[in-house]
Structures are given as structure tokens and as C-alpha cells.
């Protein structure tokens, strides 16, 4: 820490608000072997492989670890550069729950004209997780001619996924704590709330 006139390089230094550090993503595309030239039931005739042969089914799961965000507080008098990060001891609980995902236990208020040291984008939030898949059957009038038909499913799973927490600890408190109740909070869904519930939806396609 030291006077705010002073520069310091390494105070913002730390990962970007978009990282995600750890990403799986597995992508499956798998075809019945049933119906006509197919291993099973292959010697059916066209009507029934109508029915029995030609579908699909393919899914795409992204898990991933959560964003980073950082940990601010409100105080005009200070002088920090940015958001006013706070001092931090290292002793936060992160419950990890909706209702409090992270206390505020071991956090203060520097001294005034110093800076806090709790480095950039310090703690990450929830992790991310969702399985998008579909069916897929085609009928197929001639060697380059086929109907598709696709139902589509996003987030199968119906997963939850939470956005970061109110990491915003409020205004200082003579009693050196802060006095923002929904600290720690979740009160959105992934992606600013935008992340999608599961959903079903129809298409119909023609080659030639």
C-alpha cells in the first residue's frame, strides 16, 4: 500500500473479468445403427425404415469454472484507483449458497489515502453447467434428396446456473464494517440473467 500519488503496476494486475480458468466442453453426435443397410434390422423394407431408420441424436455439454470478480466497497474520501478494494485478511467464509455465497467476515476499510490489498479479481463465482441436444430423423426420397426432422432441446438438464454474487460491500461504518445487507447475495442467473431455462423447439429441413 502507500499515498495515491504514488503508481503502483502491480495493483490491477490479475485475471480478466471474462476468464474462465477451467473449460470442458464435450460434443457427442451419435447415429442409430438401426434400420435399412444398418447393422440391425438392415434388411428392412423402405416403408419401415421410414419409421425405424435414420435417427440421430447429438449433444453438446459445456462445464466450465466460474468468472472472477472483485470484492469493492463505497467511499468517497478515499483514494484508490478504480473500484476501492478493501483490506482482507485471507479469513472469508464462501459458503457458496445462493443467499450467501461469500460473508463478509475479514474484510476492512484501509487506512485513508492508502490503498486495500486485496489483489484484482480475487474470488470466483459460480461454476457454469449445461447439456444443449437434439434428435434428429431424416427421410430420404433419393441419394441427394432428405427431410429432416429435429427436435431441440436447450439446457436438457434444466441446470440453474447463478450469476456472480453482490460483491459491492456497501459504505464504511465507523465500527470498521460495512453496510451493505446483500453482500454475498445471488440475485441473478448466468450470462446477466440471460442464461436460458430449458426450452424445446420443432424445425423441419430439406436437402437437395
Known amino acids: 500500500s502507500g499515498n495515491y500519488f504514488n503508481i503502483d ?14 473449460n470442458f466442453v ?22 419401415a425404415d421410414a419409421f425405424i431408420g435414420g435417427w440421430q441424436i447429438n449433444s453438446n455439454t459445456t462445464w466450465q469454472s466460474g468468472f472472477h470478480f472483485n ?44 490503498f486495500g490489498n486485496l489483489p484484482r479479481n480475487f474470488f470466483t463465482g459460480p461454476s457454469y453447467f449445461r447439456t444443449d441436444a437434439s434428435l434428429l430423423k431424416k427421410f430420404r426420397f433419393s441419394e441427394t434428396m432428405n427431410f429432416e426432422f429435429r427436435l431441440e432441446v436447450v439446457n436438457l438438464f434444466n441446470t440453474v446456473n447463478l450469476g456472480n454474487p453482490d460483491s459491492n460491500l456497501g459504505n464504511p461504518l465507523p465500527n470498521g464494517s460495512f453496510d451493505n445487507a446483500n453482500f454475498g447475495k445471488i440475485t441473478s442467473t448466468a450470462l446477466f440473467g440471460r442464461d436460458p431455462q430449458r426450452n424445446l423447439q420443432f424445425a423441419f429441413r430439406f436437402a437437395f
Open 26 to 47: 464435450l460434443s457427442q453426435l451419435f447415429e442409430l445403427p438401426i434400420g435399412r443397410n444398418r447393422k440391425f434390422l438392415g434388411g428392412i423394407g423402405r416403408v
Open 9 to 22: 503496476p502491480d495493483l490491477n494486475r490479475g485475471p480478466a473479468d471474462f476468464e474462465r480458468r477451467h
Open 71 to 114: 470484492v469493492e466497497y463505497n467511499g468517497g474520501a478515499d483514494r484508490d484507483t478504480g473500484h476501492n478494494r478493501p483490506n482482507f485478511d485471507g479469513t472469508a467464509d464462501i459458503p457458496g449458497t445462493q443467499d450467501q455465497y461469500i460473508s463478509r467476515t475479514g474484510f476492512t476499510r484501509p487506512t485513508i489515502g492508502t
